[in-house]
């Protein structure tokens, strides 16, 4: 066997930590990086002709640049407008371009009986993660926490029908944090396949969806080690699917020696504290990030069943002792850099 060239070693390893596919230095791979939706987006299109591809890439940065003031909760725009007629408990006619976001996740929460909450905007609010400004302590009282977690704001409490919301709860408040990276970009890979291409990465913060190839062989990616700064394991990708990593990491404070993280268990209204990531592999962006949310609050005792119910196939937990929680179709795909502490390995999906 021929050794690596020491320089393709290192790219891989670049490519790896930026979890995204990379070039190879003779191929034919174009990129472009904006921030948009609260995050780094990194775009690469492979075997297009560089106009098409810089087309396409500034339709997708003017697409996305839209839907961050669309959705977001905590700036003036239609979701914040959104939130304040529910809070009247008012029947009126729903955004049309919200609607199909809100459809689906109304539908997405129903299946995961509720662990995915994305009308728990007062509660992030509560905790401090709705801005853009770095989380701080100390966390709040626990009698604000209980008076929210007790009026129980859930999807089933709107009724979405010919294009009009009306909301029975007045707690419930939409914060999309939980699904827009991943609505947003199946939108974008849709908005490049119209442009004619077959072959490209959209990586939204290391959360990402694939289409194609890398040229002569799959797309390769890496996940985060929760607990580290390099990689945990790489997987390849192959004909269109998305990888989205819901982590303890990435928002979070500390005070007085607890972590206090961003994905808050709509049950207890605390951070969710069984696990410390969790990675799915699913063809559509929108589910894999609803589910990676979702089965983060599940933790090792649920996740089995919620991942069946909303038809996910692929799902690597990492808990706090390291030991890693998969189905079987995952450990064929994950290669790990380093042999973990200890693997559980649960029944087929
Ligand atoms: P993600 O990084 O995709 O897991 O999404 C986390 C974000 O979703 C948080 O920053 C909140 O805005 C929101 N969120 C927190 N907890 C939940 C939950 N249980 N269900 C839905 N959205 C949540
Ligand atoms: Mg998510």
Same mark, same amino acid.
């Given at each position: 066997?021929?050794?690596?060239?020491?320089?393709?070693?290192?790219?891989?390893?670049?490519?790896?930590?930026? =979890?995204?596919?990379? /070039?190879?230095?003779?191929?034919?791979?174009?990129?472009?990086?904006?921030?948009?939706?609260?995050?780094?987006?990194?775009?690469?299109?492979?075997? /297009?002709?560089?106009?098409?591809?810089?087309?396409?890439?500034? *339709?997708?940065?003017?697409?996305?640049?839209?839907?961050? /003031?669309?959705?977001?909760?905590?700036?003036?725009?239609?979701?914040?407008? $959104?939130?304040?007629?529910?809070?009247?408990?008012?029947?009126?006619?729903?955004? $049309?371009?919200?609607?199909?976001?809100?459809?689906?996740?109304?539908?997405?929460?129903?299946?995961?009986?509720?662990?995915?909450?994305?009308? %728990?905007?007062?509660?992030?609010?509560?905790?401090?993660?709705?801005?853009?400004?770095?989380?701080?302590?100390?966390?709040?009282?626990?009698?604000?926490?209980?008076?929210?977690?007790?009026?129980?704001?859930?999807?089933?409490?709107?009724?979405?029908?010919?294009?009009?919301?009306?909301?029975?709860?007045? @707690?419930?408040?939409?914060?999309?944090?939980?699904?827009? =990276?991943?609505?947003?970009?199946?939108?974008?890979?849709?908005?490049?396949?119209?442009?004619?291409?077959?072959?490209?990465?959209?990586?939204?913060?290391?959360?990402?969806?694939? %289409?194609?190839?890398?040229?002569?062989?799959?797309?390769?990616?890496?996940?985060?080690?929760?607990?580290?700064?390099?990689?945990?394991? /790489?997987?390849?990708?192959?004909?269109?699917?998305?990888?989205? $990593? +819901?982590?303890?990491?990435?928002?979070?404070?500390?005070?007085?020696?607890?972590?206090?993280?961003?994905? %808050?268990?709509?049950?207890?209204?605390?951070?969710?504290?069984?696990? $410390?990531?969790?990675?799915?592999?699913?063809?559509?962006?929108?589910?894999?990030? !609803? @589910?990676?949310? @979702?089965?983060? !609050?599940?933790?090792?005792?649920?996740? *089995? +069943?919620?991942?069946?119910?909303?038809?996910?196939?692929?799902?690597?937990?990492?808990?706090?002792?390291?030991?890693?929680?998969?189905?079987?179709?995952?450990?064929?795909?994950?290669?790990?850099?380093?042999?973990? @502490?200890?693997?559980?390995?649960? =029944?087929?999906?």
């Amino acid at each position: 066997m021929v050794p690596a060239h020491p320089f393709r070693a290192s790219l891989l390893l670049v490519c790896l930590l930026l =979890k995204a596919g990379c /070039s190879q230095p003779e191929n034919p791979a174009q990129h472009r990086q904006f921030f948009a939706l609260g995050t780094l987006i990194d775009l690469t299109i492979y075997g /297009s002709d560089t106009t098409t591809a810089g087309l396409a890439a500034t *339709e997708l940065e003017q697409l996305f640049t839209r839907l961050h /003031s669309d959705w977001h909760a905590w700036q003036p725009g239609t979701l914040q407008e $959104t939130n304040r007629r529910l809070a009247m408990l008012e029947t009126f006619p729903a955004d $049309t371009d919200l609607l199909p976001l809100l459809r689906e996740s109304n539908r997405l929460s129903r299946l995961s009986n509720g662990l995915f909450n994305p009308v %728990i905007g007062e509660l992030v609010a509560l905790w401090g993660f709705h801005s853009d400004a770095r989380p701080d302590g100390p966390p709040p009282g626990d009698d604000r926490i209980q008076a929210l977690v007790s009026q129980a704001p859930s999807v089933t409490d709107i009724t979405l029908q010919d294009g009009q919301l009306q909301n029975r709860n007045p @707690a419930v408040r939409y914060d999309l944090g939980g699904v827009a =990276k991943g609505f947003a970009v199946d939108r974008g890979i849709e908005l490049l396949q119209t442009h004619g291409i077959d072959n490209a990465i959209l990586n939204a913060g290391g959360d990402l969806r694939a %289409i194609g190839r890398h040229g002569g062989r799959p797309w390769r990616i890496g996940i985060r080690d929760p607990r580290g700064t390099g990689v945990l394991a /790489s997987i390849e990708l192959d004909g269109g699917e998305s990888v989205f $990593t +819901s982590g303890d990491y990435e928002r979070f404070f500390d005070h007085e020696g607890t972590r206090y993280h961003h994905i %808050i268990d709509p049950r207890t209204g605390y951070p969710a504290d069984a696990v $410390t990531s969790v990675t799915v592999i699913h063809p559509d962006a929108t589910t894999a990030d !609803v @589910a990676a949310t @979702a089965l983060f !609050v599940a933790g090792p005792e649920l996740w *089995e +069943s919620i991942a069946r119910q909303l038809g996910i196939r692929y799902v690597m937990l990492v808990d706090h002792a390291g030991t890693i929680h998969m189905n079987p179709a995952m450990q064929q795909r994950v290669r790990f850099d380093n042999a973990p @502490a200890a693997i559980r390995l649960s =029944k087929p999906l």
